[in-house]
């Protein structure tokens, strides 16, 4: 069992940054691929990005690529997204969540999620 709490979200302008942070319980975070996802008003919840236990297979969809780091310190059992020049389209509820083997794209293959946590970018 993994529980996710994610923290980190708030107003922003855009251009601005914000770092998203997920923190898990349990003793085997560390075995776990963790993704990020997000959800806008009146849409379907949408992959953002992914890493895997050990940090060198890392996936993000193209809208963020090169504005957004996913990366993980296994030590203190938590992931972060790094948000950089934030766009008022990345306003949305991001999850982390968590599955065991290889990156994946589709939420159907995380195991578990968090509640989320609001990013708004304001124009």
């Known amino acids: 069992q993994v529980h996710l709490v994610e923290s980190g979200g708030g107003l922003v302008q855009a251009g601005g940054s914000l770092r998203l942070s997920c923190a898990a319980s349990?003793?085997?975070?560390?075995?776990?691929?963790m993704g990020w996802f997000r959800q806008a008003p009146g849409k379907e919840r949408e992959f953002v990005a992914a890493?895997?236990?050990?940090?060198?297979?890392?996936y993000y969809v193209d809208s963020v690529n090169g504005r957004f780091t996913i990366s993980r310190d296994n030590a203190k059992n938590t992931v972060y997204l790094q948000m950089n020049s934030l766009k008022p389209e990345d306003t949305a509820v991001f999850y982390c969540?968590?599955?065991?083997?290889?990156?994946?794209?589709?939420?159907?293959?995380?195991?578990?999620w968090g509640q989320g946590t609001q990013v708004t970018v304001s124009s």
């Open positions: 890493i895997n236990w050990s940090a060198d297979n890392i």
């Open positions: 969540a968590a599955k065991l083997g290889r990156p994946a794209t589709t939420m159907s293959q995380y195991t578990y």
């Open positions: 349990g003793r085997t975070f560390s075995s776990y691929t």
